[in-house]
């Protein structure tokens, strides 16, 4: 079984870490990802009554944010990012505007009739 690190131990390891750390005091919350009792990732959310943004980390190369509106502000995904850089979804997500103010996104992405669970 692993043993827990400090968060300066995980920063020692990860520097990239370190954007992670300034979102979770800004009040995000992040829960671990598990697959036949492994961890395969990190998730983390932060929720307005507006909207809600998440970010998905697989691995320091695999990458994923988006944010989604609450249905009584039209529903769905308006922003999706993939990448192989932490610190870049990171950024890109926490610079998005308010949902209501310029330049915020509001196209809704609908998914591709090919996908299949």
Sequence with gaps: MNEPVTEQQALHLYPELGVLLAVR?????FRELRQDGETVGIAGSFSRRQYSDA??????HNVAAARVLDDSYGG??????ESADLEEVVTDLL??????LRGAPTLIKHSSP????
């Design 25 to 29: 005091q800004a009040g995000w919350i």
């Design 55 to 60: 970010i998905f980390i697989f691995d320091r």
């Design 76 to 81: 769905g995904c308006v922003w999706s990012r």
């Design 95 to 100: 610079g998005l505007p308010e949902p209501g």
């Design 114 to 117: 090919l996908w299949t669970p």
